[in-house]
């Protein structure tokens, strides 16, 4: 009885990532925020705003810029390890994902505009 040889085929994708590698670029997780509105006011000179962000599936450091129509003069958090500025129309906090979650963000305006044309225009992330 003879065998038959069969030459081996070798097939190249070159769409395919190798498994072990397939994952590592992939985004973790998600964060949203949420502008709710007026939080207080003071008088016709301002006042505070409120938003909330939270997040699911994110481990390590957030970095958070959220944009809003008008000038931030201060921001603040329910956080007391999280880390503020302001600038512009731009506040960024930056903070650990094991935080209190959902984050209570409130949004000063102290230059004489009204607190109730406060909107949020967007917001970006990242996480280190």
Same mark, same amino acid.
């Given at each position: 009885?003879?065998?038959?040889?069969?030459?081996?085929?070798?097939?190249?994708?070159?769409?395919?990532?190798?498994?072990?590698?397939?994952?590592? @670029?992939?985004?973790?997780?998600?964060?949203?925020?949420?502008?709710? @509105?007026?939080?207080?006011? *003071?008088?016709?000179?301002? @006042? #505070?705003?409120?938003?909330?962000?939270? *997040?699911?599936?994110?481990?390590?450091?957030?970095?958070?810029?959220?944009?809003?129509?008008?000038?931030?003069?201060?921001?603040?958090?329910?956080?007391?390890?999280?880390?503020?500025?302001?600038?512009? #129309?731009?506040?960024?906090?930056?903070?650990?994902?094991?935080?209190?979650?959902?984050?209570?963000?409130?949004?000063?305006?102290?230059? @004489?505009?009204?607190?109730?044309?406060?909107?949020?225009?967007?917001?970006?992330?990242?996480?280190?």
């Amino acid at each position: 009885m003879m065998n038959t040889y069969k030459k081996p085929v070798v097939t190249v994708d070159a769409g395919m990532a190798e498994g072990v590698y397939a994952a590592s @670029g992939a985004a973790q997780g998600t964060l949203n925020v949420t502008y709710i @509105g007026v939080w207080d006011r *003071w008088g016709t000179n301002g @006042g #505070k705003g409120l938003a909330q962000a939270n *997040w699911s599936d994110i481990n390590g450091t957030i970095t958070l810029n959220i944009t809003f129509n008008d000038t931030v003069d201060q921001v603040e958090t329910d956080g007391a390890s999280v880390q503020t500025s302001w600038s512009g #129309k731009t506040a960024t906090l930056t903070f650990a994902s094991t935080v209190t979650n959902p984050l209570t963000i409130g949004i000063h305006l102290n230059h @004489g505009t009204s607190i109730d044309d406060l909107n949020m225009t967007g917001y970006t992330y990242s996480v280190n």
